[in-house]
């Protein structure tokens, strides 16, 4: 059985050799909403994904293209950037807090241990990169 997919569709803004720069615009369900401009909720990105070029296919720029990724690969990089880090924040917190720390000064130490998460995140992009399979359609 295929694993469940999310598409966006981009515009290619740069080509190389080896990968496609596509430029897709990430909306809220508030953005597609017909009264967004009433309440000023709206929220729209712009983000800019590295593909690798797909081989036998010919591209240009500012084509038009859907980007696909598994459901199962958001699901992951949902947790890398977001559980992940709550959890050691609030592990932080809490051991401080526990420790006798004072709520102002365990905070500042909750933040600061993002620190080495967010360091070996980036340490590690090369790897990730390979493990998050964007395809063009």
Same mark, same amino acid.
């Given at each position: 059985?295929?694993?469940? +997919?999310?598409?966006?569709?981009?515009? %290619? $803004?740069?080509? +190389? *050799?080896? +990968?496609?720069? %596509? !430029? @897709? $615009?990430?909306?809220?369900?508030?953005?597609?909403?017909?009264?967004?401009?009433?309440?000023? @909720?709206? *929220? !729209?990105?712009?983000?800019? =994904? $590295?593909?690798?070029?797909?081989? &036998?296919?010919?591209?240009?720029? #500012?084509?038009?293209?859907?980007?696909?990724?598994?459901?199962? !690969?958001?699901? /992951?990089?949902? %947790?890398?950037?977001?559980?992940?880090? @709550?959890?050691?924040?609030?592990?932080? =917190?809490?051991?401080?807090?526990?420790?006798? =720390?004072?709520? &102002?000064?365990?905070? =500042?130490? &909750? @933040?600061?241990?993002? %620190?080495?998460?967010?360091?070996?995140?980036?340490? !590690?992009?090369?790897?990730? /990169?390979?493990? #998050?399979?964007?395809?063009?359609?």
């Amino acid at each position: 059985m295929s694993e469940e +997919t999310v598409s966006h569709e981009g515009v %290619i $803004t740069k080509i +190389t *050799d080896d +990968t496609l720069e %596509i !430029q @897709i $615009t990430s909306m809220s369900a508030c953005a597609a909403c017909h009264a967004k401009s009433a309440c000023n @909720i709206s *929220d !729209q990105a712009e983000k800019v =994904l $590295t593909v690798p070029r797909p081989e &036998g296919r010919e591209f240009h720029r #500012f084509q038009k293209v859907n980007v696909v990724m598994g459901v199962g !690969q958001g699901n /992951k990089a949902a %947790i890398l950037a977001y559980l992940v880090p @709550i959890a050691v924040l609030l592990a932080a =917190l809490f051991i401080c807090l526990g420790i006798g =720390l004072s709520e &102002g000064l365990s905070a =500042l130490i &909750g @933040i600061a241990a993002l %620190i080495p998460y967010y360091l070996i995140l980036y340490s !590690q992009r090369d790897k990730l /990169k390979k493990k #998050f399979d964007y395809r063009i359609e």
